[in-house]
């Protein structure tokens, strides 16, 4: 199940919102919610809520075991490691290393064909992340499992994010209050992430598709502008998301940490990256790149420690060449951001360091975008053809494309973060409340209007 | 500092009030009573699924209820209608400013919406594209294997040449989908419904209607009678009558592009006495008359085509108590609905068939061999487009 269908909007939210503030006490509560969550999941993935279950009840053994029998928790650790790995392993990298093999040894191994479960990278780091810090001591072993497994399966974050690290929610679990304004808040952050996705994401994805998936290659002008458009899609797909998340988890209670903040100003790609994708970057600087030892150890060592972070971060987002590419490249810039510019990137105008990091991040998401190293090279030669005539022929035969152009100039508005200026320039204004919430429904009601339109809905943070 | 606390939590409970009431709007439908059919699509509407182990666990229960939600949510008609409507009035603005910029750019087909175009630029109608329907041998040698195991009985088929099968930019390679069809069939006789270009296609079809206009479907009559009784004088060619009423047909309305200025025409004919029954029930067929004494719904949507000459029915069976003259078994999708009574004049008895809709009035699958000998047919025809052949190929909410 998708935030962005109707079974959802209509059925789902609405039944588990009334159980919710229906049955009194936490233990109820988290017991709506984990059996709410669990009903979400089986939704799409009937069988794979079995694993999930085993996943929960491996994880809260293992977590009690640790702290009952501290002198064995190393092995305990690597238990829940290779069933934790091993799963993420098995059915979102098992296909790809097979076809690797086969093509570059030439050999005929067998391709498996293995359904992804949805949000299997994102429920195994929310669990390493607790496994990891209840043997590092950081966090208590969690002794309830209705709780763990609340944490484990929560709906808003289970599919696609933000990684909620079980110490933001720890105290959640056990006592949380949801005031009138929290649940205000969070129901219009609901709302306008609803919209970013259905308003916004969707149609740019039109577009985008349009141009990467044409049977002949588009000119050079659409290339520009399907990748600008996949921009915007992947940030409204992805950011609208992580609203939705927030704002739910504040419906029910949680304070989940942001994700995004406005990625597209960074002024570096190290900017970039403390801006997208937050809490993915936060778990690989905590689990990944400190343990390797971080930036306090030689250059040769540091360089080292960032390719392994940036290959896992690009192994992560899926198993394909390009995603590993597309991690490498980022490693590399960002290599080079810390041991080569220095401090020159501090001396270049503002303005335009943002504008290259945008144009490094186009890049970034044309490698992402791509099917097969084979069609990187065939967009990338088109692209830098600049032979831009026909493209205003390309638009008219693809009215996919041309309509949701419309909405390219709303979409870069919002990349910037002029609501946060309003707000810091009229402090606590009434008026602008009002306008917030007014703007919030009247998404809502243009999003449903949109979704009723529409059949394209499709969430590219599922692939994960 | 109180009032202003007041004012927000007044704000939030109205923002909250108003979110529960749209929160709740499916959950209306049970009380109020799901709905079957919508007009403005021209479509059956997905009803409510039952639950059970093994349509959650395949995954259909899901999915229906999407389609269910989608369908029976209060006010989701106007709403879808609404939305394609604006989608394309934005498209057709930002053609125009292309155009604007490169008036070359009229050229050739220009996409309206997924599937449909305007060519050459003329705003008031709208086309399909030639697919690629080759892909389908082994539907069409399905359909065709039964109708070639018939032995007995002279075997004819008339194929409409519409725009799904004519790519206008080669009118000469016009008649390769006919020809691929036709090499299916064994045939006592066969014809095809040519058009010669685009202005030539634009005489004998509705500007946004998939069917044939009057002038097109009097000449299909000619041809046909042509084809099975060449000796034969057709009847007519009638009376023509120019309504009032504006004709927004099939692409209109799936489209939601409501440019047509094409206003809707009949043609009626003197015909012998003759009885009809419609899925085994006497009856009238169409509301001709209706129309021709200036009788017809005024809504932008209707399908004045259904309605003035008649809809589809699994089995119309026309009995002109004659004797013979023969029996005629005419295979058909909607084309042939005007022109069911021409035909039929010239036989004793015809039966029409739809095959789309065959099956849920006789609740069984339509068995052409024991059908053909149940009421000692002599002659079959098969009339259609490409649909009529390749069914599958049928987009959602399109009409064949």
Same mark, same amino acid.
């Given at each position: ?159 696609? /994010?933000?990684?909620?690290?079980? =110490?933001?929610?720890?105290? =959640? ?8 304004? !929290?649940? &205000? ?27 990467? !998936? ?32 927030? /704002? ?8 989940? &940490? ?27 600087? =905590? ?34 060449? &390009? ?130 339109? =529409? ?10 | ?19 529960? *009431? ?86 050739g087909y220009t ?5 449909y175009f305007a060519y050459q630029g003329d705003e008031h109608r709208i086309v399909e594209k ?30 409409i040449n519409n725009s799904r099968v004519t790519d206008f930019d080669?009118p000469?390679?016009s ?15 066969? *014809?095809?419904f040519a058009s010669d270009g685009y202005e030539d296609y634009c005489r004998w079809f509705y500007q946004t209607d998939h069917h044939w206009n009057d002038q097109g479907f009097y000449r299909g ?23 009032? *009423?504006?004709f927004?047909g099939?692409y209109a ?6 440019r047509a200025d094409e206003h809707?025409v ?11 029954? +419609? ?110 052949? +390749? ?8 009409? *064949?």
């Open positions: 199940m998708v935030f962005s269908s109707l079974t959802f909007l209509f059925i789902f939210l609405p039944l588990v919102l009334l159980f919710y503030f229906l049955l009194p006490g936490i233990r109820a509560k988290n017991a709506v919610l984990c059996l709410f969550s669990l009903v979400f999941y089986a939704w799409g993935e009937p069988v794979y809520v079995l694993l999930m279950i085993a996943s929960i009840l491996l994880n809260y053994l293992v977590g009690l075991g640790m702290a009952r029998f501290p002198v064995r928790k190393k092995g305990l650790l690597v238990l829940a490691l290779i069933f934790n790995l091993g799963a993420i392993g098995y059915f979102k990298y098992a296909g790809f290393f097979l076809s690797s093999l086969n093509s570059l040894f030439s050999l005929h191994l067998p391709a498996l064909q293995i359904a992804l479960p949805i949000g299997i990278s994102f429920y195994t780091f929310q669990i390493l992340s607790y496994v990891i810090d209840v043997y590092h001591g950081r966090t208590a072993a969690q002794k309830n499992l209705l709780s763990l497994a609340t944490y484990i399966t929560m709906f808003p974050q289970l599919v696609a /994010g933000p990684i909620v690290r079980y =110490e933001t929610v720890r105290e =959640e679990l056990s006592a949380r209050h949801v005031s009138l304004n !929290d649940f &205000t808040e969070g129901l219009s952050r609901f709302f306008f992430g609803l919209g970013k996705k259905v308003l916004i994401a969707n149609q740019m994805a039109l577009v985008a598709d349009a141009v990467f !998936d044409a049977a002949a290659l588009p000119p050079a002008g659409a290339l520009w502008i399907g990748a600008l458009c996949y921009a915007m899609q992947i940030y409204y797909d992805f950011s609208g998301y992580s609203d939705m998340a927030i /704002g739910m988890g504040r419906m029910f209670g949680f304070h989940f &940490t942001e994700n995004f903040n406005y990625p597209y100003i960074a002024d570096s790609v190290t900017d970039f990256w403390r801006r997208w994708h937050i809490s993915l970057s936060a778990w690989f600087r =905590e689990y990944v790149y400190i343990p390797l030892g971080g930036n306090r150890c030689g250059t040769a060592r540091h360089i080292f420690n960032m390719l392994v972070v940036w290959l896992l971060t690009g192994l992560w987002h899926g198993a394909a060449w &390009t995603f590993v590419l597309w991690g490498l490249y980022y490693g590399l810039l960002l290599i080079l951001e810390k041991h080569v510019l220095g401090n020159v990137l501090s001396r270049i105008p503002k303005a335009v360091r943002q504008i290259v990091t945008f144009l490094l991040a186009l890049f970034g998401w044309i490698i992402f975008r791509s099917e097969s190293l084979a069609a990187l090279g065939r967009f990338l030669s088109g692209a830098f053809s600049f032979g831009f005539s026909g493209t205003g022929a390309f638009l008219m035969s693809n009215s996919n494309a041309l309509s949701p152009l419309v909405l390219l100039p709303a979409a870069i508005l919002g990349c910037l973060p002029w609501t946060r200026w309003l707000e810091k320039r009229f402090p606590g204004s009434r008026a602008l409340a009002a306008l917030r919430l007014a703007c919030a429904f009247l998404i809502w009601l243009a999003s449903i209007a949109m979704l009723l339109g =529409e059949s394209y809905n499709p969430f590219i943070y599922f692939r994960f | 500092m109180g009032s202003m606390k007041k004012q927000k939590k007044a704000l939030q409970i109205c923002f909250l009030i108003l979110s529960a *009431a749209s929160l709740l709007l499916f959950w209306l439908v049970p009380f109020l009573g799901q709905k079957d059919v919508s007009e403005t699509e021209n479509r059956t509407l997905a009803r409510l699924p039952a639950l059970s182990a093994g349509s959650f666990l395949s995954g259909s229960f899901q999915d229906d209820l999407e389609k269910a939600a989608g369908d029976q949510l209060l006010f989701s008609e106007e709403v879808r209608s609404f939305v394609k409507g604006a989608q394309a009035s934005v498209l057709t603005g930002g053609q125009n400013l292309l155009c604007r910029f490169n008036p070359s750019l009229r050229s996409q309206i919406t997924e599937g030639l697919q690629d329907y080759e892909a389908g041998a082994s539907e069409a040698a399905a359909f065709a294997a039964s109708f070639n195991s018939l032995e007995g009985v002279k075997r004819y088929l008339y194929f080669r000469e390679d008649n390769r989908i006919y020809d691929w069809i036709r090499s299916f069939f064994s045939l006592d006789g066969a *014809a095809c009559y000619t041809e046909i009678l042509n084809l099975l009784k060449p000796d034969e004088t057709p009847v007519g060619p009638g009376d023509r009558l120019e309504t009032d *009423a504006v927004n099939s309305r799936i489209t939601k592009s409501l809707f009949v043609r009626s004919f003197d015909l012998p006495k003759y009885t009809v029954t +419609l899925n085994g029930k006497r009856g009238t067929y169409g509301k001709l008359k209706a129309y021709l004494s200036g009788r017809f719904p005024s809504e932008p949507l209707t399908n004045h085509y259904a309605n003035c000459y008649g809809g589809d029915y699994g089995e119309i069976v026309y009995d002109f108590g004659t004797e013979g003259r023969g029996r005629l078994l005419l295979i058909a999708s909607s084309y042939s609905n005007p022109i069911n009574a021409l035909i039929a004049s010239h036989f004793d008895e015809t039966r029409v068939i739809d095959l789309r809709y065959y099956e849920s009035y006789a609740g069984q699958a339509f068995d052409l061999s024991a059908y053909v000998k149940a009421h000692d047919i002599d002659t079959v025809l098969l009339l259609g487009d490409i649909r009529l052949f +390749l069914p599958g190929g049928d987009a959602e909410g399109g009409e *064949a």
